[in-house]
């Protein structure tokens, strides 16, 4: 079996440390080949993000360069219409086959609104998941068909996702970083630092093409 992928999402508007910090522990932790960052197009859970598609692919390719695990996939942004995570996952699979592991990173507060994504219970089939949080945090209450999913299908084995292609639960305590991309662009729109939330080619980036200036009321 070839060696199991990361996925990691979002709309990186922009992408901050916490982004990175994520995605390199739960890589070391699970032994992950590779970690694809797939920023979202017409995301169908939060507002339509403040930078153009091409600038947020710029960030994420700023941000990441350098780190060999780390590998961009633009696929969601080049999509008409809204991007599921479901149809992301079947696209990878067609590519990479049945039985490649691809494992589905997410924050605790993602993972407790799992239940709400399009078609989130046969995303099982295509992929593990992976919950990133705070070292010694529960998840919270759950609704109850999650729970039962959760219960199910969780293991306390880091190593299980590369025992099958995918329907895995795996929780990875990491780094906790409190940095949010809401955050990043308030602080950008009122002129004030936000050294050490980005990586500096990003923030660099950030300057010069003088984003997250005006307040998107969309």
């Known amino acids: 079996m070839q060696g199991a992928i990361g996925i990691l999402g979002g709309t990186f508007d922009p992408i901050h440390l916490g982004h990175l910090r994520l ?126 999913e959760f219960t199910q299908r969780r293991s306390s084995d880091a190593q299980a996702v590369h025992g099958a292609a995918a329907g895995v639960i795996v929780e990875v305590p990491i780094t906790a970083l409190d940095i949010s991309a809401t955050q990043v662009r308030e602080l950008v729109r009122e002129r004030r630092s936000v050294r050490y939330l980005l990586a500096p080619e990003v923030l660099a980036y950030i300057k010069d093409n003088h984003l997250f200036l005006q307040e998107n009321k969309s």
């Open 23 to 148: 995605a390199q522990e739960v890589a070391e932790t699970l032994a992950l080949t590779e970690v694809r960052f797939i920023p979202g197009g017409t995301p169908p859970h939060r507002a339509t993000p403040q930078s153009p598609a091409a600038d947020r692919v710029a960030m994420v390719t700023l941000a990441i360069a350098g780190n060999p695990l780390f590998v961009l996939d633009d696929r969601e942004t080049r999509r008409v219409g809204k991007s599921y995570t479901f149809d992301t996952l079947s696209a990878l699979r067609a590519e990479l086959g049945v039985t490649r592991p691809l494992v589905l990173m997410m924050g605790a507060d993602a993972f407790l609104g799992f239940e709400s994504w399009h078609r989130w219970q046969d995303i099982f089939a295509l992929a593990h998941i992976a919950v990133a949080h705070r070292p010694g945090s529960a998840l919270g209450e759950m609704p109850a068909a999650l729970a039962r």
